[in-house]
Structure formats: C-alpha cells, structure tokens
C-alpha cells in the first residue's frame, strides 16, 4: 500500500487592488521572496475595497463582484496567508479576525501595513525615512517652506507619515498649519487636491506626497504652474515603487533600506507556518535620491577606487542600479552584478597602471554591450544611472595619471551612457509594439466571438478557443459548469465542481478535451495542466451578477496591468453569445 | 659484463649470494657498488672489508644515501650492492681527501685533479664514477678538468647523502667509503676502461626555463646576494609569491636554471631573517680567507636569503624554472629512447636528485616504474653528474641513466609505465592549486603594482605550460578549473563522444584521427564564434565554458544545440560520430565532476544526447536532509527499544459482509509515543537497506507470532523483493509456516515496486509458500510496475487493485474500465480472488461491488489499528 503525500506548500496573498502600483509592488516583493524557497508557491488574489458610504452604481457592484474571489482562500485551503488591507484595516481590522470562515482562522497569517489587534504584522518604519529627507532639505538644502499631499484619514500609515511629517517640522521650528496638508484618496485621481494645495501654497520649495501614486497629479499641476520638480520645487514620494522610478523626472521617494515588506513577510509567515513564535517588524526605510530630489547616498572617494575593493564596486552598482536588490536572482541569467564589476574593475585597473590596450578597450565594450542588452536599464533610470557615472568619471578623471588610459576610461563612459539611453528607448519601442499587438489580438478576439445570427452560431466551446488571444501567456481558464449568480449581500458559495477548458503556456493554446475537464474547485492549483509558476494571480470571470469562473494566470506586470479588464472582456463575450442563444431559441 | 644486484640483508646471505653468483676467477675485474641509507660509517667500512673477503678481486666503492634504486624501485633504509663482472674492462677505484688534514683548508682543485690524473684515471676510459662527500670542493670544476683532459668520457655519481639514521642530524652531510676507510670530506672516484666496454648516458629533468635571466652580481659562497642589482630574495620573492615568508617550503617549486644549461634547475632555499655569519661561522677556517676577501660584507645583518646548492658565481646568469608535468613525461620518454636504442646495454646505473622527490613527490616512483623489470642499480643523491651527450655537467634535482656494457644487449623495460601519469597529474593539480592561490592573492596595493605585474607575468607563463593539453592547442581540465575558481566560468556544456573503443574495430588510425581533429576544430572554432572558451578533457571529450555574467544559460543552449547540429554534419572522409551534450549550470570545481556523473546516468537511462540540469539542483535542502537523518534515527530507536508496532486493517468480503481477514502494516514509534507512518520512513528505509531489513524482520516475526494460535482469522503480510532475498527472515517464516497448525491462515503480499531482476527467486518462493500451504497476494496490481507474462507466472491466489484506479473509478470511465478488466481476468483463471484497496466512501463501495470485486479494503470498513481482538 502506498501513500500520497503532498510537500508543496501554496501561500495566499490577499490584496486591496491588482493595479495600483503599491500592490503590484508588493507582489513582486513576495514573489521575489518566494522564489527563494523550494516547494512554495503564491496564488494573489486581489479585489476591490468599497467604501461603506459609496453610492450603488455600477462600479459599486463590478467591486462588490469582484470580491467574491476573496472566497477562493476558503476554497482552495492554503497553507499560509500574507493580507495587506492598509485602507480595509483601519476601518474594520478587528472584524477581520472575527472572520467566521474555519479556515481563514486555522492558517497562519501576516499582515503587511494593516492595523489589525494582535496580528503579526510588517510595516515600514515612516520615521527615518521622512526624518532623514527633512534633516537633508533643511540643513543642507537650507528648505523652509514644506507643504504635504496627504492620504486617507482611514490609513494609518498615511496618518503616522502626517504626525512624523509635522513632528519634524516642529522639531526644526518650522510650524506647521492644516494650509500646508491636503488630504486624498490617494490614488493618482487626487488632482484637484493637488492644484488645491499648490494654490494654497505657491511658494513652497518641497512636497512630500503621501505615497508615488499622488505624485503624478502633482507632476501635472506643478507643470501647468511651470515649475519643474527637482529644479524649482523638490519632491518626493514614499514606497520607492518601480514606477516612480519611470516619472518624468524620476520621484524621489521614501523606501525599503535592504529587505522589503514583502521579503519580510514570507519570512516570518514561513517560520510561522513551522510553528516558530514570531513577532511583528517595523523595517527601516531611506531616501532614494532621484532627479526630482538629488541626494547621494554615498561619496566615491579615490582611495576607495583606487583600491578596487569589490565591495566599493558593488556598493556602487547598487548606488546606480537601485531597483536590482529587490529582485529575483534567476540562477539562469545574467549576472548583471559581476558583470558591472567586471567591466569597472577594469577601468580602475587601467588608473594604476596607466595603460588600456586597444584589444582590452574592445573587450570592455562588448561586455559593456552584454549588460545593457540583458535589460540592465531595468533596474534604474537613465537620469539616475548617467549622474552615478558622471561622478565617477569626474573622481577618476581627477585621479588618473596616464592621458591616454583616461581617455580610453572616458570613451567607455561616453559609450555606457549612449547605451543607457539607447537600451531604454529600445525599451520603450518595444512595448509600444508589444502594446500595438495586444490591442490587435483583443481586436481579433471581439471579432472571432461576435455572433452574425445562425450562419456563424458561436458556442462556449468557440470563445475558449480563441481565449489565447486575450494575451496572457501563461494561464488557465476555469469555469463553473454553471454561473454562479450573485445576490447582493448575500454570501456567495462556488460549487465543489470547476471545469479547466484550457491552457495557455508561453502563448501556446491547449484546449482540454472534454472528459478531463472536471475537477475539485479546491484542487484547482493542482491541476498539471496549469502552466509552471512560482506565483499564480485568480481572476474572477464575471458580467453582471453571474461569476462563470477563474482566470488563473501567472502573475505578472501585464496581467496585473490587464488582467482583470482580459477577464472582463472574455466573460462579456461568454454573456453575449448566450444570451444570444436564448433569442435563437 | 654482467650485473648483479643484491638488496643486503645479512652477512650470512650475502655470502651464499656470492657464493651462488660463481664470478669468474679468471675473467676481468669485478666493481662493487655499495649504497647504504642503514649503515654508519665504521659498519659500512666493515662490510666493504667482509666483501672483500670473499671476492678478493673486488674493486669495491660506497657511498651513502637517503634511498636506494634497486630494480626500478625506491626503496627507504635498505642497502644494495651492485656487482658487475667484467669481461676484459678494468677498472681502477680510489678515495680522495679533499681537505688538508692539518690545516682544515680544502685543496685546491686542481691539486686533487692531477693527483686523479695520475691513480684512476687509465687509457680507454668509457666511464667515470665520482661521489663527493663534504661541501667544501669544486665539484663542479673538477667535472669541467675531465670535460677537458678526458674528452668523450661519460662521468656518473654525484654529491652523496644520508638518510636520517643514527645520531647524525644533518642529513646531508654524506659519506663515502671503501675496504680501506670512510671519508666525509672525500671524493670517490672509479674507472672503467676497456677497448670493448661502452656506455651511454642521459638525464631527465622536467624543467624548463621561464622569462628573463638575471645576473647574479653579488654572491657570497652559496648565497645569492644581488640578482641584476636588486636584493636577490626579494627578486626571488616577486617571482614566486609573497606566502614563500610564511611557507619557505614552496621555494623548492620554483627552482632556478643557469642560462647556459636550460633544463638543469638549481634548487632554491629561501631562508627567512638570516645573517650570513649564521650561515657560514666566520670562525671556521673554511670561510676565514671567503670572509677576508670580502671585508665590505656585513656578517651579522640579518634579512631573507636565497641559498642554492653549487655554482653561485657572478657573472653567471640565471632563468626562472618551472617543473611540470608534460616536461616530465617528455624527458622521460626521452631518455628512455635513448637507453633503449643502445646497443651494449648491459647494466643499468641510475642516480635520481633528492630536491626531485620534494618538487614532484611522485616523479620518482613514477619514472623508475618504467625500469621494473631492468636490473638498475643506484642510488637518491643530493647532486648527479650527468651527461647531455657532449659534457659533464652537475645537475640539482635530475634523473640520470647511464647504460654500460661490453657486448650487445638490451634491457628489459617496462613501457607501459609511461602511459599511467596520474600520479603526476596529482602533482599537478598541487601546483596549479598553489598558482590559483598565488595569482588569487596577487597584490592590490597601487605600490605592488609593478612587481604584482611581474609576478603575473610569471604565474602566466606557468599556467600556459601546465595549461594546455598535450597534443593541440586547448588549455586542459586543470585550466578549467582554474578558470571556475578565477574568473567565474561557472556555466558548462561538456561534450563527450562515446563508443570510440568500436571505431578502431572498423577504420583505420588516419581516419579516426581525422574525425577527432575535425570534431576538436569544430568545437574551437563554434567557441571561438560565440566567446567561449574551450577545454580539451581527453581526445574525444571537451568542455566549452562561459561566465554566467556574460551569457544567460537559456542562450547558452540554444547555443549548443546549434553546435550539435554543426557537428552531426559530417564532411567526407570523416566518420559519423554521436556526441553527448550535456550543460551544466551553476558548476563549481567540488561539484561538476558528480553532477555530470549523475547526468551521464540519467542521460544513458533515458537514451538522450542532449542534457540540460542545474548543478544546484542535486543539492538537497536542508529540510529534506534534516528529515532523513531524523527518520534515520527513528528506525534506529524504534528497531532497538520495541518501537515498530503492527497495525491491522481489516479487510471486507463483500459476499458475507463481515471481515474476511487483516492486512498488517507498519508503524513506528519514538520515545515520545508519535506513531509514524510509512510514508515517512520507507523511502529512507530502503536506501539504507540494512535498516529496511531488520525492521521489516521484526514486524514479520511479531505479526506471525500474534496470529500463531488463530484458528478462524487470517492475516497478510507485505514483502518486498528484499525479504524474500533475505536468507534469514526466509527460513524463519518457512520454518515458522511447516509448524504452525493453520498455514492457510497466512497471506503473503508481495509489493513489485522494485525492479525485479530474478524473477526465479520470486517463482521458487512462491512455490515454497504454497507447497507449505499459505497464499500468496500481489500487491498495487496496475500500478505500472507489474509486468503482466511475469505475474501471470506467479499464480497468485489474490491480487490487490492499486489505489489509485479505485480511487478514480467513480470519475473516469477509463478506472472503471480497468477495474472490470482485472475482474475478467481473475475470472478466467478461476480461483484468484480481487481485493479493492482504498475503498474511502459509499459510492466507490458501489461501484466495486457492482464490478464483482471479491474484497473492499479502506477508511469505509475500517482504520489500520494496533488493537484486534484475536
């Protein structure tokens, strides 16, 4: 006789919002985590918070909809949950735990920035992140007049950055007054808030803003005043999200100094789930200089250089290179780390001793090549990345002893920066065309499952196959034999019962035939047919009230992107085909 | 002339060996040679007067030593005498002093020389012995006298040791002796002359010269003082690394050569923080008149020093030496042509240079190796005299040969031994590991630049000698090691082409010769192409390498998967050859010989040719480890302190609706009362199979005794194919079955998840069970390790069907399908009866019943329990 046993172990993350960049953030971070263990995998699930005061419309529903995914953590019996409900958790933190489901109680669970009673929880640290910027803005850039975009009077953490905020002014004896703060929902629709606080403030040197997201508006509004962040005014942001990074000019904000929410999270829910004691952490944050707020983290000196210590080296490539710490080591990639070292390592040689042949200039460029293509520009920004190289040519330009190494040392500069520049444009180029495709493909998708009476009758069975075309290259498409519908207020209850109907791996369309289509709903992740991933996303498939299965779908910055408006698309086309096969008949 | 070599072993034996020998009364003159590493002197002397006593003829020299070479063998504290009776040759012997005894001064060359001139030297002189005891002479100028005076003579011998026996501490001050006396400050010289006597010489060294000469500009006896005007050690230093403070030893790695004598090293002491006056005490009268020439010396200085053995003269030039493998095998092969190719070769001499052993410690063993069936006779020296065709010469650290003889003869040697070199290799891998470690280490300071530079430079140079395979231009695996510890090449695709050995049998040499080159250029011109760099492992296998920060794995073997399809192309006149590719990521030294052992495996298992695996994978975590040796522990525990307990389930006849038997399955149970499942051990049970046996044992035994006395209930074991190899648990249970009064009580499972390579061991055991009347079930039936012709042998009397189709059988019309087939099949052969196992809940039960399934196994009847009333 012989036994089954299981080993893996499959993590929920439970999130307000997919595409925000604060969640999309935080799922990278985990999934980063993540990777780092065997056996351990991730399903997100995200809805959508709702007020309690909204009014009933349409968009209230698609939400109050949507959240019904939140039910598949019942289902699907995971082993450990991480839940970051930063606006949820202030309201209702402690109903939270008075959750009735058996399940949601029994799993071991970490909270990231939520106010919950007595939970294991992470959260940033606001204080020496906010403390170090003002100290910078005051004593060094002599800034007196502050103003703040600020959050949600529900968020605690929008709330605690406020105190700190005001806290340091005080401290300075500069003296803060409610002119100077201005709530929002924080969202990137805050821009009346944002032209409200300009008015109110027209000669402010600095902003902070409550999170990135609030930034962009602010962006909008300082340009309609003319004034150009970094140069006029400074600001800066809070989370360091990847996007903020892509503003123009990239925000300076406030983020993870080493381990993020999300890597410490895992952590400690892992030790959790081997039945370790945990507490909760407050993880230290700093400033992350960029063009909107120029501050050095660190000096190259030339002893330093000199020296070609690899710890300097790497020290600066992290300076450079600010996003990378964060992300996944994929053991099969390029070594972006060493590379830099190697490259720069031997340019300081080339200082001590005064030569750099041309055979070695070429064999610089090609690995220089090599580090841009392999998507280097990933993990910076060019104005951020140009500045770190400019201060290092300008410290060995000072410190060089032979003309002609030097000038060697500045063609590979001068060629780094070119490909910077080259590689992001690139970049850019190329998601405009994958972005073109997308939109090409849906096109044909709408097309493909349109109805032109009984010539063309369209069944379920036509829609599945033409579900690649949404776009998702790595997903399963699961659907209840029958749509579920949902009753407003009512606790929803998914039947025991899901059919897998496809497959989608590296864009490739497997139709399941239709005898193996039937399954456990709480076996859904463990169907073989899923495409392989560390990090699963579910998106509900829904239109109006009926809920006619999941999306799952490795997750990703497109499907975080798009995902949920893919699954719309697909369950409108599913509607529409039936209701006109009720008119056929 | 002829030879024979005795190993000493008593006076008794030595005479019946003489007296066994027979020499010629009348025929010519008869050497001795004695070399000693257990005689002191006056005990040596003793034993050159007993031989003299029984061969009163004898010419008898001896000398001592640290080791002798007796029939290619190196052999530690013993003493060889060589005896050579000649046929028409004499030979003349004599031991000179080379110090004035009154005055304590040494003589002066020449002095010595003319005196030579006049004893041992004779006309038709072929060759010449000259041992040299004591330090004190110019051994050197004395070989370049004979050079001169007696061109064409071939000299042999050297500058004696000792091996650290008795009371003397110093074990290089050797002496040399004859029937007459011993000497510690003398020179030994023996002739051979004859009109029709021969011989030949050569000499093997390994070393070869490496970048720039040096002047020595200042020397102070044997000390190097200045090398092109820089202090010496310090040069010395720069070439061979900073560790020499900590590690003098090394110094012997990296000897010197003179310029003028390319392969001849000179072994290099390094001697940290010494003054000259320690080295060389101002009061003895030998270095009084050195120390008075030189008054501008300071004695009493004390710095790093570089001393050598001979020769420190300034003016002479001198070249950085490297000894290594390939040089080695190339000289040996060599020199041993060269002896092999003489015609009068009737004995063998051979003097191997002690500095030898401690640079390569197995160069030794492994070139007289090739002399083991030869009767070569000699002895470890401290220096050798050795012949490069034209002169004498004295050498540091060298093999030399010399063939001798009076009528054509060839000797017996050994050619094979030259082709097992990984002895050397060994060596080599030490070097290499030193050069890693040096070049590793090699200066940042911006103020070591220059000699960093240098002493690059240097380690360069070494590496590209000991780098490079031996027979095309690919640096080889020690390069590739080197290269993963240096400079991060982590990312392999070794290609390897197999069954090479068949190839011979069907064409001939050119032809595959051809193909291996055209695969190698293949492979060195696809890496050239794509910036990888190539190794040459053995003719028919390389590895291609790259640096995971320089290209992703994924692109690497779309790379080699291009260059399979390159070399499966086949040109004409080449042989078609299938190579094997497999690619290897995140290698380190430790682990890319095991990882690619296992993929080679895995890769003959599933007949591929092309493999893609993740070093890191074969690391198990550390949970998974943790859990083994904590099970490992638990079967021990549970083995010795009655902790494996019998559980039962009962098993459902669906006819009668009552238990018709219980299967016996297995638990564990440590200290704390935990009852362990045997999903949790099993697996590391059988890997450790002695562990699986003596549980398995005791749960047989204990099962069988629990059920010994049952009159109306009968109960099934599980066997594995080990049980039933296992001789004792198998007499148990026969023995045990012929006594008991209801064998047919008994069934006995047998799991086939093992790959079963006798299947009439299986077939003998059932028969033996049936003939003593128990029943024989097959377990997991369908499963997919059953082998349907080999079961249908086995005539069982039931057949369990796996869990995994009834589980399904409500699901899938496929399970169901395969249920109603085994039920058709125990029906046609009629009187085996079907047990359903895994029967959960009602609806499975159903579905058995309604296929006609005999028994129901599972949670629906009941749970495997320790407690059964019986």
Redesign the interface.
Known sequence: MRDYGEKQKTIGLIIENLSVDYSKEIIHSVRTAIAGYRDTRLIVLAGDYNMENEKKDSRFFAREVNNTVYRLEEELKLDGLILTLPNIGGIRGDDIMNEHYPNFLRVPKVFISTDVKDAVTVRYDNAVGIRETMDYLVNVKGITRFCMLGGREDNADAQNRKAIFRQCLEEKKLSFTDDMYEKTDMSINSKSEAARLMERNADAQAVFCVNDQVAVPLYDVLKERGLMPGKDIQVFGFDNTRFSGNMQPPLASIGADGITLGEKAVELLLKKMNGEEVQSVVLPTRLYGKESLEYEMYEYTTMEMLRIDPAFVKRMFHDCFYRYASEIKDREAVDLERLFFEFISRMLKSMLTSSMTAEEFAENKRLIDIFFDNGAMRYTDPARLVRSIERLQNSMNRSQKSIAANQMNNRCFSYMKDKAILSVADDLDEMRDVAKKARERLQEFIIRCMSFGSETPITEETVIRCYDRLGMTNSALFLFEEPVIYHDGEEVHFPQKIRLMCSVRDGELRVISKERRLGNTSDMLLRTELPKSIGYVAIPVFYGRKIYGFIISEVNESVADRGEYFAKMFARSLCLNEAGKGEQA | MFTWNYQYISKAILEKTFEQTMLAKDGGDVLVRIHTAIHLEDEAVELARFIKSLVPTAKIIGTSTSAVINRGKLAMNQCVISVTQMNSATVRTLILPTVDEKSGLPLSVDSVCSCAKQTVMQKDMKLLFAFLAGEFFDIDRMISHVNECAPGVKMTGGIVNLSAIGQQKDCEGGFVFDENGWSRKGLLLASVAGEEADCTASYATGAQAIGDSYEITDAFENCILKLGKVDAAKEYRTGVGEALRRNPDKAELFPLVYADQDDIPVPIRYAANVSLSELYPPEDPVYRAAYEARPDLDGTERKDRILTNHGVTTGRFLRRAFIYDRKIIADNHAMFRHIENFEKAECLIGYSGAARSTIYSNCAKWELSAYEDSNICGCVTAGEIVNDGKRNLLAYGAFAVVAAGEQPATQECNPYAFSHTDSLAADNQELVKYLTELESRIE?R?SA?LAA?GLREFVRDCELKLLYSENEDIPNEAAMNMDMKLR?YDRFCIIRVQDTTGMKVVFDEDRIALTAHGFLSKCADFAARH?YKIYSLSTWQVALGI????????AMVRHMEQLQKELFAVSEGMIAIVPDFCVI??CTVENLKSVYNSACIDMKKKNVQFYVC?A?YYQS?E?SIRERYHMINLINYAIANDGIIPYYQGIYDNKTGTIHHY?S?MRLKDENGTVY???RFLEVARTYGLLYDSASAIMIKKVCERFRNAEDVSVSI?LGIRDINNRDTMDYLYDFLSEVKHPGNFVFEILE?EDIDAYEVLENFVDRIHELGAKISI??FG?GYSNLQHIANIHSDFIKID?SIVRKCC???EAEGLMRLIMSWAKINAGVQVVA?FVENEAIQNKVVKCGVDFSQGYLFSKPTPDIAV
């Not at chain 2, 640096?547 to 994924?554: E, G, I, L, V």
């Open positions: 940042r911006p630049a530079a991060g910036n640096t995971s920060y320089t290209c992703s794995f994924k990521n995140g993740d890191g975590d949970d299967e399955l499942g045997p999903f599980n998840n377990d997991d499963s869990g699901e899938s019309k196992e």
